[in-house]
């Protein structure tokens, strides 16, 4: 297949389930801050969908923000956050300017966490009210999170538990 219609086919759906992901937790999120008592319903297609988009979405940034940057981007590049975010804007955007690669990763990446950050403050702030999709996508958030500081730290938990050992 032709690298740009590639490219323009994964930009396609890149912005397809992240647009997807958006909307279906904005919304969820605008129903959970409305509601009074009770938490708010959803539909078995809307929560089947949002919780497929969490994962792909989720899944997706876990892997691109984990990848080992190119050597390239290691020797050009002396800031860490800028070789993990070349790492997964080539994962999104190969064959691509770097600068484009980069700006793909930055906005996927922000847009995941600000979704997934704001579901934490609402289950904070409206715990009562918060229903098991908002309190799921937190949970998610923040394993996925904790997977994706470890690697993009480089913190090997098999190094940290042999120097306990010794």
Do not use: C
């Not at 959970?32 to 969490?54: C, D, G, K, M, N």
């Not at 800031?79 to 996927?108: C, H, M, V």
């Amino acid at each position: 297949m032709n690298a740009k219609v590639q490219f323009y086919l994964r930009l396609f759906f890149v912005v397809i389930a992240l647009t997807g992901f958006s909307w279906l937790f904005v919304s969820a999120f605008i129903q959970t801050i409305q509601a009074a008592e009770e938490p708010p319903v959803f539909s078995e297609p809307f929560t089947i969908a949002a919780t497929t988009l969490a994962g792909l979405v989720g899944g997706v940034a876990s892997i691109g923000l984990g990848a080992s940057p190119p050597e390239k981007a290691q020797t050009l590049h002396k800031s860490k956050i800028t070789q993990r975010f070349l790492a997964f804007g080539i994962r999104l955007a190969p064959n691509r300017p770097e600068d484009l690669q980069f700006t793909l990763a930055a906005i996927y990446a922000a847009l995941y966490t600000l979704i997934g950050l704001a579901a934490w403050v609402i289950w904070i702030s409206k715990p009562q009210t918060t229903p098991a999709l908002v309190k799921d996508l937190a949970g998610i958030v923040l394993g996925l999170g904790v997977a994706v500081v470890q690697s993009f730290f480089g913190i090997q938990t098999s190094k940290i538990a042999a120097k306990k050992r010794h």
